[in-house]
């Protein structure tokens, strides 16, 4: 029988409900523990679900607090991730982990003095729909896999969300927000990438807040908004991403990977199902049915509907490597891969140059039927 393992919740903002309602979904989690900077967040969020809130130092001196996840806005991840591992936790962060390649080789130099794990969000890519097509393109369907295109359009988050500044600071933008969604993806089903180059601009130098108590206040965009780039893969693949901030209306997929022998329409990979399409030599998408995986259940509720919602199996998953010693799928190697990625995208961008990726990584392994089924209570 699996371990449990504490879990303290650093950050009760508006990412944090669905880790409040889904880490006690996981075999080997149980959260004892929530903090914030501000003492009313950890109160609502002690209230709704019944976790101890209690002040960020106090939490991490609590020793039935094994792993820290931290919530926090983008430019708190890295301090706030190196204060818990300074206080021997181990560490799951929502992404991006960190904002440079310096930042995170400092958690791994902390982390491999302590014997301990860091690990980051998306863990969307285990979700059963973007499992199966990783099974298609493994048992070699498509053939090999030699470019593609994906996309990640919409006009920015002000409209709903309270406070979105961040979004619009250093650390946001749809590079940084939502490309680690789609690299992490990729990564996962073509492999690491080798180089990049790209081009971005915005569209508007500020954004009207559209919900909440600051409705109608402006907010300045610091970050480009509107971003295209082609990612070379060491594999010899090349897929465009195009993320973008500045679209009204678009007729783009999510994903699409084209190989010797077929295509594949992925789902979007900020979520964990969805459906998939395969064409081969009659030049038809058709959709196929996706296998009976565990993380395609239709578990929670959005406003939009009910669909399949797993966010935490990457924590369950390494702290599962805790364990037994083995490797992890959203591990420090593939995560600071992922941001070499996007912050080489952005330095492309801005430089008006090709970048050559530094850092590498293996694939994850592929998360099948029963080990998922196995990390599920």
Not at 208 to 230: C, S
Not at 348 to 373: F, K, M
Request: charged share 20%; proline share 6%.
């Amino acid at each position: 029988m699996s371990k449990e393992y504490g879990v303290g919740i650093i950050g009760c903002g508006n990412i944090s409900g669905a880790y409040f309602k889904l880490i006690p979904t996981f075999r080997n989690l149980k959260l004892v523990a929530c903090a914030d900077i501000n003492p009313a967040a950890s109160k609502a969020r002690s209230e709704e679900f019944g976790v101890p809130a209690q002040e960020i130092g106090a939490l991490l001196a609590n020793p039935e607090v094994d792993v820290v996840v931290n919530l926090t806005i983008p430019e708190a991840h890295y301090p706030v991730s190196k204060q818990a591992l300074e206080a021997g936790k181990h560490v799951y962060s929502e992404k991006p982990f960190v904002l440079s390649l310096e930042q995170g080789e400092d958690l791994r130099r902390i982390a491999d003095a302590k014997s301990l794990k860091v690990g980051s969000a998306p863990d969307t890519y285990l979700g059963g729909a973007h499992q199966f097509v990783r099974h298609l393109i493994d048992s070699g369907k498509l053939g090999k896999i030699m470019s593609g295109t994906a996309h990640v359009l919409g006009p920015g988050m002000e409209s709903w969300h309270p406070n979105p500044d961040f979004f619009f600071a250093p650390g946001g933008g749809p590079i940084l927000d939502m490309g680690p969604y789609y690299v992490n993806n990729l990564v996962n089903l073509v492999g690491p990438v080798k180089r990049v180059v790209a081009l971005a601009n915005k569209a508007r130098g500020e954004r009207v807040i559209g919900n909440g108590p600051r409705l109608g206040e402006k907010v300045p965009v610091v970050v480009a908004t509107n971003i295209h780039a082609i990612l070379e893969f060491v594999s010899g693949a090349q897929i465009a991403l195009m993320a973008s901030w500045d679209v009204w209306a678009h007729r783009h997929q999510n994903m699409e990977l084209y190989g010797t022998d077929g295509a594949v329409f992925v789902p979007d990979p900020n979520f964990f199902g969805g459906k998939v399409e395969v064409a081969g030599d009659d030049k038809e998408p058709k959709e196929v049915e996706v296998w009976d995986h565990p993380l395609t259940a239709q578990n929670y509720q959005f406003d939009w509907g009910k669909q399949a919602n797993y966010r935490g199996i990457g924590l369950a998953d390494m702290m599962e490597a805790v364990t037994t010693g083995r490797d992890y799928r959203c591990s420090l190697d593939r995560s600071l891969h992922t941001i070499d990625v996007l912050t080489a995208i952005l330095r492309s961008a801005d430089e008006g140059r090709a970048i050559d990726i530094v850092t590498t990584c293996t694939q994850p392994a592929a998360l099948g039927i029963e080990e998922a089924r196995s990390l599920l209570r």
